[in-house]
T-cell receptor, first 112, second 115 residues
Framework: EDQVTQSPEALRLQEGESSSLNCSYT??????LFWYRQDPGKGPEFLFT???AGEEKEKERLKATLTKKESFLHITAPKPEDSATYLC?????????????FGQGTRLTINP | GAVVSQHPSWVICKSGTSVKIECRSL??????MFWYRQFPKQSLMLMAT?????????EQGVEKDKFLINHASLTLSTLTVTSAHPEDSSFYIC???????????FGPGTRLLVL
């Protein structure tokens, strides 16, 4: 069964304190791994798509990396506005299936 | 680019009534749209997948007759919650993708409260 596990569940950091969020996955075949940011009461906002092991993508203070078993979202010198829930999802490579399997998310709080 | 809208953002209704939620892709053609449900402090739960012009595919445990999905065009999908009950109160979110390998872009969500 395809499964995504994110850790930690919640993380509190001081402004400027860099850290990483983990997304471990088991999937029969990986079509893509996605990172989203979700603010309270809003829909998820797309951040990154990674397709193959070794791939990396960056956007401002965020950098996503991918291995064959996990993905990391590195946050460098975070600011309070980076506080949100970060969701990881995988898209299995089952023919015709486009649905995503989501992890439970990591609630990130950045204190000023 | 890749903007998805939902309407309404908030709806309060009486038990037994039906509620329709619209999901639109504003700047791209969505070959596939998805409907999710999210409970407080939980992750997204996929309810159904819909392709333009064909019947929706529902996830196990989701009642087809209760949650009617119509994907009438490449930019519009609707979710109708029929005979709503308080336990249907939740945050409903749609997403859309334009390609088989494409990223899903999410709408802002609709909060439904059934009294």
């Amino acid at each position: 069964e395809d499964q995504v596990t994110q850790s930690p569940e919640a993380l509190r950091l001081q402004e400027g304190e860099s850290s990483s969020l983990n997304c471990s996955y088991t999937v029969s075949g990986l079509r893509g791994l996605f990172w989203y940011r979700q603010d309270p009461g809003k829909g998820p906002e797309f951040l990154f798509t990674l397709y193959s092991a070794g791939e990396e993508k960056e956007k401002e203070r965020l950098k996503a990396t991918l291995t064959k078993k996990e993905s990391f979202l590195h946050i460098t010198a975070p600011k309070p506005e980076d506080s949100a829930t970060y969701l990881c999802a995988v898209q299995p490579s089952i023919q015709g299936a486009q649905k995503l399997v989501f992890g439970q998310g990591t609630r990130l709080t950045i204190n000023p | 680019g890749a903007v998805v809208s939902q309407h309404p953002s908030w709806v309060i209704c009486k038990s037994g009534t039906s509620v329709k939620i619209e999901c639109r892709s504003l700047d791209f053609q969505a070959t596939t749209m998805f409907w999710y449900r999210q409970f407080p402090k939980q992750s997204l739960m996929l309810m159904a997948t819909s392709n333009e012009g064909s019947k929706a595919t529902y996830e196990q445990g989701v009642e087809k007759d209760k949650f009617l999905i119509n994907h009438a065009s490449l930019t519009l999908s609707t979710l109708t919650v029929t005979s709503a009950h308080p336990e249907d109160s939740s945050f409903y979110i749609c997403s859309a993708t334009g390609r088989v390998r494409g990223t899903q872009y999410f709408g802002p969500g609709t909060r439904l409260l059934v009294l």
